[in-house]
């Protein structure tokens, strides 16, 4: 597809399970991003990749959140044992052409009960 | 204190009106300047992007940087229905690909018809 595709686009969830997100970047893009949006919070950076550097975790908020990248290509964000503070859209992003190409999609919209 | 403090609004205006809205940070480091739009349940898409301080016009939209001032702006003159959406401002202290983006909260803007 032309843009990035996310999946799935809502998921809801109980409280302690584990979940995966994932992320399909624009073909070529060698930089993906996986971005937090909580309610009344903007976007928060959560983890980068750039083609095989080892990835900038520094987002992420606990030793719960864990994110791959496989072949450079499809991304996959996992969250286990989720809490509700959890609740969010979760944007990834992918680029090419550093921050001015920063391409969204359309998010995944977690809810945990 | 956050890094990106934007407005929390929301905002209505009418149609036709100009539109303010504006973003302070604190981290003097910050270079580039990008404000996003985003639409319900959309990801953010590039709207405007300056470099330093400086004014940049593009069609009814004028994004101002005032890095004195660690003041940023974007005016929406003529506002139409089609405008309504969340703004987001968007900072980073570099341009490569490997740059990280810090936003700001997001203001969502309504014009009545």
């Known amino acids: 597809g032309a843009g990035v595709s996310q999946s799935p686009s809502n998921k809801v969830t109980e409280k302690g399970k584990d979940v995966e997100l994932r992320c399909d970047p624009i073909?070529?893009?060698?930089?993906l991003y996986w971005y937090r949006q909580s309610l009344g919070q903007g976007l928060e950076f959560l983890i980068y990749f750039q083609g095989n550097s080892a990835p900038d975790k520094s987002g992420l908020p606990s030793d719960r959140f864990s994110a791959e990248r496989t072949g450079g290509s499809v991304s996959t964000l996992t969250i286990q044992r989720t809490q509700q503070e959890d609740s969010a859209v979760y944007l990834c992003?992918?680029?090419?052409?550093?921050?001015?190409?920063?391409?969204f999609g359309s998010g995944t919209r977690l809810t945990v009960v | 204190q956050k890094e990106v403090e934007q407005d929390p609004g929301p905002l209505s205006v009418p149609e036709g009106a100009i539109v303010s809205l504006n973003c302070t940070y604190s981290?003097?480091?910050?270079?580039?300047f990008m404000w996003y739009r985003q639409y319900s349940r959309k990801g953010p898409e590039l709207l405007m992007y300056?470099?330093?301080?400086g004014n940049k016009e593009d069609g009814r939209f004028t994004a101002q940087v005032d890095k004195s001032s660690k003041y940023i702006s974007l005016f929406i003159r003529d506002s139409q229905p089609s405008d309504s959406a969340t703004y987001l401002c968007a900072m980073s202290a570099r341009a490569g690909a490997n740059s990280k983006l810090t936003f700001g909260k997001g203001i969502t803007l309504s014009v009545r018809p």
């Open positions: 981290n003097s480091a910050f270079q580039y």
């Open positions: 992003a992918s680029s090419f052409s550093g921050i001015y190409g920063y391409t």
């Open positions: 300056t470099y330093s301080s």
């Open positions: 073909s070529g893009h060698t930089a």
